[in-house]
C-alpha cells in the first residue's frame, strides 16, 4: 500500500514570496491533516480536512496560510507571503476516519525562508 | 488544555540494554496515546497506541508502551536496544470525545544507542 506522498521535499524561497504544497494521502482516507513542524518542537496541527470539508482550522494562520482539499482527496497548503518564522517541516497527515483512527505522515516539506 | 511532556531531550543506551523514553500528559478525561519515531529527513512513523483495555501494548519493532493512569504516564519501552532504534521519538496524546481527531505531541527525546 502506497504511503503518504508529499511534494516538493525541500522549498527554499526569501521571505514575502508565497510557496505552495501538496499532498496526495493514502488511498481511501477520509481525513487528512497538515502539521508544522518547527526546529526543536513537536508537530503542531494547523488544518484538519473531513473529506473535503474543515473540521478544525483553529491554529492556522489565515492572513498568509490558505489550504483546501478538492474533491476529498489531494490538498494543497499555501503560505501568501512567507516570514522568516515560516520556516520549518510541513507534514502532511491521513487517516481513514475521524475519531480513534491513526494518523499516518508523509515524509514532509522542509521550507526554507531567507 | 491538553498537553504532553517528554522530560529528556535526549536517553543514550548502550546496545543491548533495555531503553525507556519517558512520557506524561495532561488531558482531560481517558486519553488516546500514541508514539511516533522519525528518522533524519523522513516523516513520523506509527510505532504504537493506547484506546483501552491492556494497559501494556506491543507496537512495532519489539517496542512496547505501558499506560499509567496513576501516574498519567506512557513510557515507551524495548527490552533490548539496536544502533538502528536511533532515531527521535515523539508521543501524543488526544482527548476522548472531541470532535476533530487533533493531536498534541510533545517536543521529542532523541534516542542515541551506542554500539
Known amino acids: 500500500e502506497a504511503g503518504v506522498a508529499q511534494s516538493p521535499r525541500y522549498k527554499i524561497i526569501e521571505k514575502r514570496q508565497s510557496v505552495a504544497f501538496w499532498c496526495n494521502p493514502i488511498s481511501g482516507h477520509a481525513t487528512l491533516y497538515w502539521y508544522q513542524q518547527i526546529l526543536g518542537q513537536g508537530p503542531k496541527l494547523l488544518i484538519q480536512f473531513q473529506n473535503n470539508g474543515v473540521v478544525d482550522d483553529s491554529q492556522l494562520p489565515k492572513d498568509r496560510f490558505s489550504a483546501e482539499r478538492l474533491k476529498g482527496v489531494d490538498s494543497t497548503l499555501k503560505i501568501q507571503p512567507a516570514k522568516l518564522e515560516d520556516s520549518a517541516v510541513y507534514l502532511c497527515?491521513?487517516?481513514?476516519?475521524?475519531?480513534?483512527?491513526?494518523?499516518?505522515f508523509g515524509p514532509g516539506t522542509r521550507l526554507t525562508v531567507l | 488544555a491538553q498537553s504532553v511532556a517528554q522530560p529528556e531531550d535526549q536517553v543514550n543506551v548502550a546496545e543491548g540494554n533495555p531503553l525507556t523514553v519517558k512520557c506524561t500528559y495532561s488531558v482531560s478525561g481517558n486519553p488516546y496515546l500514541f508514539w511516533y519515531v522519525q528518522y533524519p529527513n523522513r516523516g513520523l512513523q506509527f510505532l504504537l497506541k493506547y484506546i483501552t483495555g491492556d494497559n501494556l501494548v506491543k507496537g512495532s519493532y519489539g517496542f512496547e508502551a505501558e499506560f499509567n493512569k496513576s501516574q498519567t504516564s506512557f513510557h515507551l519501552k524495548k527490552p533490548s536496544a539496536l544502533v538502528s532504534d536511533s532515531a527521535l521519538y515523539f508521543c501524543a496524546v488526544r482527548a476522548r470525545g472531541g470532535a476533530t481527531n487533533k493531536l498534541i505531541f510533545g517536543t521529542g527525546t532523541l534516542l542515541a544507542v551506542q554500539p
Open positions: 497527515a491521513s487517516s481513514l476516519e475521524l475519531r480513534t483512527d491513526t494518523q499516518y
